[in-house]
């Protein structure tokens, strides 16, 4: 199984949007100069200053915002299909207790209710096959 | 609900949380940016100052319209619905139905966990079918 890929994908698009963000920002930046009447040969030098803070200031982030979807949204599903995986190969045992107030843990509710359902379930059954004995 | 009384709260408000708290700080390095830029230029204060959190307001709508509000649609297309999708069949599973195959398209992990649910499903199935024809 190939991983981070999905990570991979959504720091593109964080990227690109910072990228965007970029763009405006020094866009508006010279506009703004060449409104206020600042010499125009003097425009590309202030350019390039304030691009260098704006670029790094928008860039480092993007670190900080990955590892962050990693916690919020990666970690989850992994553990998610971690315990699937656990079922499937007949563990109805050990319950699942809701981490976050999220998506994740309305999932985890959910995925309790099913597991608390096709437990009793499959006890019927076998109550009922021991009791035919 | 099980997970201490905790009010549910959708986990994009949490990212949002984060990417606001970074918007104002670069809301403010923006400002100064766009104040020096001026002033070191021989724009007088009272104009700089002005046009300085005049454009930082503007650029903090456009980052927000643009950026932000596109990528908070993508998560929530790419990873949340699927999840969203996979939560409402657990319910319908709890209810008995079995049968029904999960039908979630995604990518990568989502695609990972689609098909740990699938083999779980089956699983679960042949179990309580087995189970069944035990009985009769």
Known sequence: MERGTLLTRLTIYVTAGSLFSIVITLGVLY???VITGVPLEKVPKVMLYSGGVIALAFTLPIFFVRALLYKLLIEKIDKMAEIMDR??????ETPVVPETNDEFGKMAEAFEKMRVSIKEMIEK???HIDRRR | MIGGGKKYRSVLYKILDIVFIGTLLAAVLVFFVFFFAMVNNGVPDE???KYALGST????LAWFVGPVLIIQLLIERTVLKPIKGMTKRLERMSEGDLDTPLEIEGDYEIKTLGEAFERMRL??????RRLKKYES
């Open chain 1, 31 to 33: 506009v703004v100069l």
């Open chain 1, 87 to 92: 079922v499937s190969k007949g563990d109805l």
């Open chain 1, 125 to 127: 059954l076998e109550g």
């Open chain 2, 47 to 49: 104009t700089a100052w």
């Open chain 2, 57 to 60: 307001l503007f650029l903090v």
């Open chain 2, 123 to 128: 699983s679960l199935r042949a179990l309580i």
